[in-house]
């Protein structure tokens, strides 16, 4: 059964990207009072051993947390953590449903095409448009990895327009959002940083503008800093600021 909101003693590990403002998000919409550890991950910090202990494959987010009979747990991958603080802590089922009905499923498969699909592929869009630009350089103008990734991620978004078009709802699933619908906005709200025009997405861009004024979310949003306000920055600025985060993204990677 699910505890009340006042016995969390949650810990978030994250970073300001659109896997850890998704577990921000759910924890300040349920207001679940929670620690934040920022990690800064241009030092390589998620690689130290200390935080391996917590998640073993050295990405954010992660949580630890403490159970009703006082043992310990960690749980990493967002995804993971969503359906655990659902799980644990949405006993009014806020942003939830019950388990075992038609809504819960649903929930559960927005919430995997999230984590499996339109997450990756966007992410790999965003780096090779705005973190590895010398490949298309490299091939006068040309880069097949941004092609791909690129296309896939608008593959995605018109897979999420066109259930917009047919569902009733205001949202991914029934009538309230849910933990699939921060955790697909979080990847939607930075939509332009992989190239892809969410006006393009009439639909899309509707929903983004519901969810994001539901009480809580801009705060968690916010966690552990501000993030990126990509509609406010200019061009000359968006690859001014992803010139600097190049070098340690790209250093990192081959780690």
Do not use: C
């Not at 103008?141 to 917009?164: F, I, K, M, P």
């Amino acid at each position: 059964m699910a505890e009340t909101t006042t016995s969390s003693t949650i810990t978030l590990y994250t970073a300001a990207t659109p896997n850890g403002i998704k577990i921000s998000i759910a924890l300040e919409v349920l207001g679940l009072p929670y620690k934040v550890h920022h990690l800064d991950l241009s030092t390589n910090v998620q690689k130290e051993p200390w935080f391996l202990e917590i998640n073993p494959n050295g990405r954010i987010p992660a949580i630890t947390d403490t159970l009703s009979d006082g043992l310990p747990v960690r749980i990493f991958e967002s995804g993971s953590i969503l359906l655990y603080i659902a799980e644990r802590y949405d006993a009014e089922r806020k942003i939830s449903y019950p388990t075992g009905t038609p809504e819960y499923f649903e929930t559960i498969s927005w919430l995997f095409w999230q984590n499996a699909g339109l997450g990756p592929m966007q992410g790999q869009a965003n780096h090779f448009r705005r973190y590895a630009p010398e490949e298309a350089e490299e091939r006068q103008g040309y880069s097949y990895s941004l092609d791909r990734y690129q296309t896939e991620t608008r593959r995605l978004y018109n897979v999420l327009e066109a259930h917009l078009s047919k569902t009733t709802s205001l949202f991914l699933v029934g009538g309230k959002a849910t933990t699939a619908d921060f955790s697909v906005l979080s990847w939607v709200l930075f939509a332009d940083w992989a190239g892809v025009d969410i006006n393009d997405f009439p639909l899309v861009k509707s929903w983004e503008e519901r969810v994001y004024v539901i009480p809580g979310v801009i705060k968690g949003t916010e966690v552990p800093k501000k993030t990126l306000d990509l509609r406010q920055m200019t061009a000359s600025e968006k690859q001014e600021y992803a010139k600097k985060a190049s070098s340690w993204i790209v250093r990192n990677t081959v780690r």
